[in-house]
């Protein structure tokens, strides 16, 4: 195998478009790139994709290796490993990034045992050693309570999956130009163990909770579904989404898909609103990566008061429509 150089991203697809987190990781792979004096690559697998192919160029990429196959329409276990075994192999990238999805969570550690490599997976932040030129993978762990900072010393390439929000995607610039490399998947329908036989999107009213810049999150202080009705009017006056820890969710006051945290969803918003919620660890691994958190709680022992930014003793029935009434003011003033 040649030397390994450069940065590759393994990009997803999602409805036509390239996912946010596909940008993301353009964007903090063209830091990782630059600070090494490397190329910036990026691979697409799908049917008919063709055209994202100058997306990526526009977002960072130096190159974009396609693969289009109609049996890579949809994800499957089987079909990506070995498109991206063969990729990696052919190419030999030296950092290998993949986003902490779905898809990202499946395929990273699968692959990393076929290339004989190490991965550090739910990264919230990546740099180069300026001594070894290693990446430096930092991930929460003891539940969010400490991070961790590791490296692969040996095995190439290096892997990381990263955290949806940790990184910042690059401005759009169509101005810049790029290699496109085609690439064939090799797939035989025999390989492919598996298929899909139904898919059943979940309804979302507004915006995604993973995809928001602002959450408002309520906890078991909430006391009922009823109150939940209070963070939707603040939700919907910042432009924001609502979530829940896990007790509400366990209790049927909102849905399950609202859940924040260990078990449920992570989200990185610019500012989180935490709502009578004691700010359990197994909480806090999901919201971690916000850039603000403000909290609202009557207990000033809680440890969401530890977390946040800023805080307000008191009883949210009280505080959140106060809170409310004076953000309609100032967004109208």
Known sequence: MAENKGVMVCGEIVEGKLAAITLELLGGGRELADALGEELSLVLMGSGIGDLAKEGIAFGADKVYVVDDPLLKDYQTDSYVAVMEKIVKQFAPNILLMGQT????????????????????????????????????????????????????????????????????????????????????????????????????????????????????????????????????????????VGATRPP?????????????????????????????????QHMAGCSGAKNIIAINKDPEANIFKEARYGVVGDFKKVLPAFTEKVKELLTG
């Open 249 to 281: 969710c366990d209790n049927g006051w909102v849905p399950a898909s609202l859940q924040i945290g260990l078990t449920g969803k992570i989200v990185s918003p610019t500012l989180y609103i935490a709502v009578a919620l004691s700010g359990s660890s």
């Open 102 to 241: 779905a898809m990202g969570r499946d395929l990273a550690p699968r692959l990393a045992f076929r290339l004989d490599t190490a991965v550090s997976m739910d990264c919230t932040e990546l740099s180069i050693d300026p001594d070894s030129k290693l990446l430096l993978q930092t991930r929460s762990v003891y539940g969010g309570n400490a991070k961790a900072t590791y490296v692969c010393e040996g095995a190439k390439p290096q892997m990381a999956t990263v955290r949806s929000k940790a990184m910042d995607p690059r401005e759009r610039d169509d101005s810049r130009k790029g290699e496109v490399i085609t690439v064939e998947s090799g797939l035989d329908p025999s390989m492919i163990r598996t298929k899909v036989v139904d898919r059943i999107k979940e309804e979302v009213v507004g915006i995604k909770l993973e995809d928001a810049e602002v959450v408002v999150c309520g906890g078991r202080g909430m006391g009922g579904p009823e109150a939940f009705q209070d963070l939707e009017q603040l939700a919907k006056v910042l432009g924001g989404a």
